[in-house]
């Protein structure tokens, strides 16, 4: 996590003060610390999710302290490298789509040829992660009952490690195939739209696949958030990480209030800035803007 | 395993880190609604001289605001990293304030922020306006919400502990909102921001009218941070008392402290002007002592007794005995949750549960705790007194420096002679950087004064942190020197840079020092 936190030093940072001294390595050098802020926590989150479908050696003592007992090296195991691999490009895809509706000429063409790249290896990792997932790595599931409504205390239960548990809720309920199919669907319409040059429709697509690729994994994990490797019991599933009532419903009316204030400004604030940014606006506006 | 080294490291971390992320955060305060006004009078005058001065503050407020949200998002991280038993125990009332800062605040201010910069072209000035006053109340909002947090770590309110989940669950989201430790807090922080901002404008104009150079740009906008600082600095000294009062009510031990009171006296006790503490002796050598001001600035009363650190302490042993039995019973209850007696023990001494767990420094049972140890954990919980008295007196003394300086800048600025007195001019240049000396003091006071809690009265501060290692811990500490270390001099560098240029760094051809300079003809005004 401080590798990402350190990551992300650079990224308020690199935007504000990359044009403010007008020398070529002032400009390249946070110029990388931007790249470096986008690629590692890109990379890291999807490692972190990775180890989530693993589960993580850890476990609570009595006063529900929890107690992490593996090591960093042990999370940059080969499938977390491998789900990180598909958040990084997966959101690289994203960003490329953006990148043609907001730009023309040369680093449209750059950004098209990014796409399509990256769209494929992202399909083509997270075919993969998903063969992976169903043929070597055991979910867990719950083996004692479940009291939804009791106050959390992750104690309280009993967990198994079983082959292909991470497949029950699909079988349980077929409809939810649609949501990796979401994540194939929307990446190749978003793939070939960018090749047909139509930008804004790739976007959209590259959107629901990311809705796709993470909904798998949430689906598939359900209700587990984090499971532990090294005690099973001690497992955080959804009904044990709750808050209490009171924070839920104070939380849920904050939520339905400001989230569609802050949608709408945000939306104004992209309608605002909407266009091509091209060469001549930028030389414009050289001083006054930075 | 968690020992005193791992404890004193992660606080050690905090400290430097939340110290570090404060010299940011009071000037985007206080400089967010000069802007504010500086871009009003443009709006209404139109006269194109204020919206040069907004967009070159703008630009200084720019550097400094990229690092404030940097070093912020540290913060927030270290709850889970260093703090994890802290997030577990407290997330139920901390967790809401901070997420509602999230939606109501941050995203409110980092979204104009992009439209202040950006958005001079695509907006008219009224809109654009608004966006620079929405950004200002972003920035504030979301220390309203981040000091109710902060303010409930101070007094505890609307919250209770279940010995189910093992934590403390919110029962009244209003009594955090409306704590006034937060409230008294909240109006004394943000008054400290618009200081440090008004001192920032002020000092670098006077810099300006010195050197002679940008004259009318560095008079108009000293004028306004004269104004704005005077009432700022008004603010900051009578709701600094509001947070002194709000101290007396709920944390006794704090006062004590910063006030070197060892013994009680009787009311209205004396304020100590003046003393060197000796917190291995407990007692204070060469005091100053001014008779009952203390006692009427702290209970607003002449007859209400403030305890000394003897009454405290004693009071505190005895709590500590409490909190044994209610520690040993919630031990019971975890084991075995039907037990009616246990419950019935631990139900009564449960508000004492958190003076039990002090003992834990010294002894994993606390039933076998000895005479000794109860007496060290209550000496415990009193900080220590000497960096309290100091720190406290030192911001205070700096606090009614502001409002002299501001005083006399407003007084010259009414008469208009202000960039005659270069006594005055030069004062202000070398007071620049201490509004943001006392506001780390404040921090200090505030919760150097909270220990040993990090929840007072609840938690102590050795058993909220993770299960790392010492070796981690300095691990992550050496990264942050190095990161934090080399932003400083990067924003530093860039700060110097364009506080020298001045306004000619806009390339709006206005400004000497620029190519395409043209003076305007004398008395002839900005348009």
Same mark, same amino acid.
């Given at each position: 996590m401080l590798a990402v936190l350190w990551a992300l030093f650079l990224r308020p940072v690199g935007f504000d003060y990359r044009s403010k001294v007008a020398d070529p390595r002032w400009r390249t050098a946070w110029d990388w610390g931007l790249f470096v802020a986008g690629a590692v926590p890109a990379l890291i989150f999807g490692v972190a999710f990775g180890n989530l479908l693993l589960g993580v050696p850890f476990h609570f003592e009595d006063n529900l302290m929890p107690v992490y007992t593996g090591s960093f090296w042990a999370l940059l195991n080969p499938f977390a490298l491998l789900a990180g691999f598909v958040s990084l490009t997966m959101l690289i895809f994203h960003g490329a789509n953006y990148l043609m509706i907001r730009t023309d000429g040369d680093i449209y063409a750059r950004a098209r040829h990014a796409a399509l790249i990256f769209g494929t290896l992202m399909l083509a990792a997270f075919a993969g992660a998903g063969v992976w997932v169903v043929c070597d790595i055991s979910g867990y599931v719950i083996t004692s009952v479940v009291d939804?409504?009791?106050?959390?205390?992750?104690?309280?239960?009993?967990?198994?490690?079983?082959?292909?548990?991470?497949? %029950?809720?699909?079988?349980?309920?077929?409809?939810?195939?649609?949501?990796?199919?979401?994540?194939? %669907?929307?990446g190749a319409l978003a793939l070939l739209f960018a090749w047909k040059h139509k930008p804004t429709a790739a976007f959209v697509g590259s959107a629901i696949a990311e809705l796709g690729v993470i909904g798998t994994a949430a689906v598939a994990m359900f209700p587990f958030i984090m499971p532990s490797s090294s005690d099973p019991r001690s497992s955080l599933t959804v009904w044990d990480s709750v808050s209490s009532r009171l924070t839920l419903e104070i939380m849920f009316w904050a939520a339905l209030i400001f989230t569609p204030i802050v949608i709408a400004y945000t939306s104004w604030a992209y309608k605002v800035m909407s266009g091509k940014i091209t060469t001549d606006y930028i030389k414009a506006h050289d001083r006054s803007a930075y | 395993m968690i020992t005193q080294e791992v404890v004193d490291l992660s606080r050690l971390q905090f400290a430097a880190t939340a110290l570090y992320h404060f010299l940011f955060v009071p000037l985007t305060l206080g400089l967010s609604f000069l802007l504010a006004i500086m871009e009003t009078v443009f709006v209404m005058t139109g006269r194109e001289i204020y919206r040069d001065m907004v967009k070159f503050w703008g630009k200084l407020f720019g550097i400094n605001f990229a690092l404030g949200v940097t070093t912020g998002i540290t913060m927030e991280f270290q709850f889970g990293t260093n703090w994890a038993y802290y997030s577990h125990y407290v997330g139920d009332i901390f967790g809401a304030p901070l997420a509602i800062e999230g939606l109501m605040a941050f995203f409110l201010e980092s979204t104009f922020i992009g439209l202040f910069f950006f958005g001079w072209d695509k907006l008219s000035k009224r809109q654009h306006l608004t966006i620079t006053y929405l950004t200002a109340i972003g920035s504030n909002l979301s220390a309203v919400w981040i000091l109710i947090a902060n303010g409930w770590m101070q007094n505890p309110v609307g919250a209770e502990f279940s010995y189910v989940t093992m934590r403390m669950e919110l029962t009244s989201f209003w009594d955090v909102v409306f704590n006034p430790a937060a409230q008294a807090k909240f109006v004394h922080t943000v008054s400290a921001g618009y200081v440090t901002g008004s001192m920032f404008v002020l000092g670098i104009s006077s810099w300006y009218l010195l050197k002679n150079r940008h004259v009318e740009f560095a008079k108009r906008s000293f004028r306004i941070a004269a104004a704005f600082g005077f009432a700022a600095a008004c603010s900051v000294i009578v709701l600094g008392d509001e947070s002194g009062y709000a101290v007396t009510e709920h944390q006794k031990t704090k006062l004590a402290a910063l006030e070197g009171m060892w013994k009680t006296e009787a009311a209205p006790a004396s304020f100590t002007l003046f003393a060197i503490p000796d917190d291995d002796k407990r007692e204070n050598h060469a005091e100053v002592k001014i008779p009952y001001a203390l006692g009427l600035i702290a209970t607003r009363s002449t007859d209400k007794v403030l305890p000394g650190i003897d009454q405290l302490e004693a009071q505190a042993a005895e709590r500590i005995g409490r909190g044994i039995v209610a520690v040993k019973a919630l031990e019971r209850l975890r084991k075995d949750g039907s037990d009616t007696e246990a419950r019935a023990a631990f139900e009564t001494h449960k508000s004492d549960l958190g003076f039990g767990l002090l003992l834990r420094k010294y002894s994993a049972d606390v039933a076998a705790a000895t005479p000794q140890m109860i007496a060290q954990a209550a000496r415990d919980s009193i900080p220590k007194v000497a960096p309290m008295f100091w720190?406290?007196?030192?911001?205070?003394?700096?606090?009614?420096?502001?409002?002299?300086?501001?005083?006399?800048?407003?007084?010259?600025?009414?008469?208009?002679?202000?960039?005659?007195?270069?006594?005055?001019?030069?004062?202000?240049?070398?007071?620049?950087?201490?509004?943001?000396?006392?506001?780390?003091?404040?921090?200090?006071?505030?919760?150097?004064?909270?220990?040993?809690?990090?929840?007072y009265g609840v938690l102590p501060t050795h058993l909220s942190t993770s299960t790392i290692s010492a070796t981690s811990l300095y691990g992550s500490l050496a990264g942050f020197l190095f990161f934090y270390t080399g932003l400083l001099i990067v924003e530093m560098f860039l700060m110097f840079k364009y506080a020298r240029l001045g306004p000619a760094s806009l390339g709006t051809g206005r400004y000497e020092g620029e190519p395409d300079y043209r003076p305007a003809r004398q008395g002839a005004r900005h348009v």
């Amino acid at each position: 996590m401080l590798a990402v936190l350190w990551a992300l030093f650079l990224r308020p940072v690199g935007f504000d003060y990359r044009s403010k001294v007008a020398d070529p390595r002032w400009r390249t050098a946070w110029d990388w610390g931007l790249f470096v802020a986008g690629a590692v926590p890109a990379l890291i989150f999807g490692v972190a999710f990775g180890n989530l479908l693993l589960g993580v050696p850890f476990h609570f003592e009595d006063n529900l302290m929890p107690v992490y007992t593996g090591s960093f090296w042990a999370l940059l195991n080969p499938f977390a490298l491998l789900a990180g691999f598909v958040s990084l490009t997966m959101l690289i895809f994203h960003g490329a789509n953006y990148l043609m509706i907001r730009t023309d000429g040369d680093i449209y063409a750059r950004a098209r040829h990014a796409a399509l790249i990256f769209g494929t290896l992202m399909l083509a990792a997270f075919a993969g992660a998903g063969v992976w997932v169903v043929c070597d790595i055991s979910g867990y599931v719950i083996t004692s009952v479940v009291d939804p409504s009791a106050l959390p205390n992750p104690l309280a239960k009993t967990v198994m490690q079983i082959s292909g548990a991470w497949l %029950g809720n699909y079988h349980k309920l077929p409809l939810l195939w649609l949501v990796p199919g979401a994540a194939f %669907g929307g990446g190749a319409l978003a793939l070939l739209f960018a090749w047909k040059h139509k930008p804004t429709a790739a976007f959209v697509g590259s959107a629901i696949a990311e809705l796709g690729v993470i909904g798998t994994a949430a689906v598939a994990m359900f209700p587990f958030i984090m499971p532990s490797s090294s005690d099973p019991r001690s497992s955080l599933t959804v009904w044990d990480s709750v808050s209490s009532r009171l924070t839920l419903e104070i939380m849920f009316w904050a939520a339905l209030i400001f989230t569609p204030i802050v949608i709408a400004y945000t939306s104004w604030a992209y309608k605002v800035m909407s266009g091509k940014i091209t060469t001549d606006y930028i030389k414009a506006h050289d001083r006054s803007a930075y | 395993m968690i020992t005193q080294e791992v404890v004193d490291l992660s606080r050690l971390q905090f400290a430097a880190t939340a110290l570090y992320h404060f010299l940011f955060v009071p000037l985007t305060l206080g400089l967010s609604f000069l802007l504010a006004i500086m871009e009003t009078v443009f709006v209404m005058t139109g006269r194109e001289i204020y919206r040069d001065m907004v967009k070159f503050w703008g630009k200084l407020f720019g550097i400094n605001f990229a690092l404030g949200v940097t070093t912020g998002i540290t913060m927030e991280f270290q709850f889970g990293t260093n703090w994890a038993y802290y997030s577990h125990y407290v997330g139920d009332i901390f967790g809401a304030p901070l997420a509602i800062e999230g939606l109501m605040a941050f995203f409110l201010e980092s979204t104009f922020i992009g439209l202040f910069f950006f958005g001079w072209d695509k907006l008219s000035k009224r809109q654009h306006l608004t966006i620079t006053y929405l950004t200002a109340i972003g920035s504030n909002l979301s220390a309203v919400w981040i000091l109710i947090a902060n303010g409930w770590m101070q007094n505890p309110v609307g919250a209770e502990f279940s010995y189910v989940t093992m934590r403390m669950e919110l029962t009244s989201f209003w009594d955090v909102v409306f704590n006034p430790a937060a409230q008294a807090k909240f109006v004394h922080t943000v008054s400290a921001g618009y200081v440090t901002g008004s001192m920032f404008v002020l000092g670098i104009s006077s810099w300006y009218l010195l050197k002679n150079r940008h004259v009318e740009f560095a008079k108009r906008s000293f004028r306004i941070a004269a104004a704005f600082g005077f009432a700022a600095a008004c603010s900051v000294i009578v709701l600094g008392d509001e947070s002194g009062y709000a101290v007396t009510e709920h944390q006794k031990t704090k006062l004590a402290a910063l006030e070197g009171m060892w013994k009680t006296e009787a009311a209205p006790a004396s304020f100590t002007l003046f003393a060197i503490p000796d917190d291995d002796k407990r007692e204070n050598h060469a005091e100053v002592k001014i008779p009952y001001a203390l006692g009427l600035i702290a209970t607003r009363s002449t007859d209400k007794v403030l305890p000394g650190i003897d009454q405290l302490e004693a009071q505190a042993a005895e709590r500590i005995g409490r909190g044994i039995v209610a520690v040993k019973a919630l031990e019971r209850l975890r084991k075995d949750g039907s037990d009616t007696e246990a419950r019935a023990a631990f139900e009564t001494h449960k508000s004492d549960l958190g003076f039990g767990l002090l003992l834990r420094k010294y002894s994993a049972d606390v039933a076998a705790a000895t005479p000794q140890m109860i007496a060290q954990a209550a000496r415990d919980s009193i900080p220590k007194v000497a960096p309290m008295f100091w720190t406290f007196r030192v911001m205070v003394a700096l606090g009614f420096s502001f409002l002299l300086l501001f005083a006399l800048s407003f007084w010259h600025s009414a008469k208009n002679t202000f960039h005659e007195r270069r006594w005055l001019l030069r004062w202000a240049v070398w007071w620049i950087p201490l509004p943001w000396l006392a506001s780390e003091m404040g921090w200090f006071v505030a919760e150097y004064g909270r220990q040993p809690w990090s929840i007072y009265g609840v938690l102590p501060t050795h058993l909220s942190t993770s299960t790392i290692s010492a070796t981690s811990l300095y691990g992550s500490l050496a990264g942050f020197l190095f990161f934090y270390t080399g932003l400083l001099i990067v924003e530093m560098f860039l700060m110097f840079k364009y506080a020298r240029l001045g306004p000619a760094s806009l390339g709006t051809g206005r400004y000497e020092g620029e190519p395409d300079y043209r003076p305007a003809r004398q008395g002839a005004r900005h348009v």
